[in-house]
Nanobody, 126 residues
Framework: QVQLVESGGGLVQAGGSLRLSCAAS?????????MGWFRQAPAKEREFVAS???????????DSVKGRFTISRDNAKNTVNTMYLQMNALKPEDTAVYYC???????????????WGQGTQVTVSS
């Protein structure tokens, strides 16, 4: 079973930056799986933000965050992988709970992700 734990959320002013982390542990195969970030704002559906392949060589971003967010991962430890989301030029509309998740293939659909973290709150003030 894979465990995912997010951290790094907080309160930031518009235009500021935050770096989210997601520690994935429990199975060695996680290093070969895609991982992604989703977010959910109050009264809205959970939406795709970004994803990254197991090797880190392939990334995908939602149009709303392209050019501002960067996803990366560190597979240095075989059974503990860490994924990051560097968020720059933050906007109030980026305010949401951010979740990390794992998938066996490249997808932007939350239904294709088999494991989820508990989420970390990001609040951007105007």
């Amino acid at each position: 079973q894979v465990q995912l734990v997010e951290s790094g959320g907080g309160l930031v002013q518009a235009g500021g930056s935050l770096r989210l982390s997601c520690a994935a542990s429990g199975r060695s195969f996680i290093s070969s799986h895609y991982m992604g970030w989703f977010r959910q704002a109050p009264a809205k559906e959970r939406e795709f933000v970004a994803s990254i392949s197991g090797s880190g060589g392939s990334t995908n971003y939602a149009d709303s965050v392209k050019g501002r967010f960067t996803i990366s991962r560190d597979n240095a430890k075989n059974t503990v992988n860490t994924m990051y989301l560097q968020m720059n030029a933050l906007k109030p509309e980026d305010t949401a709970v951010y979740y990390c998740a794992a998938s066996t293939w490249a997808s932007i659909s939350r239904a294709d992700f088999y494991s989820w973290g508990q989420g970390t709150q990001v609040t951007v003030s105007s």
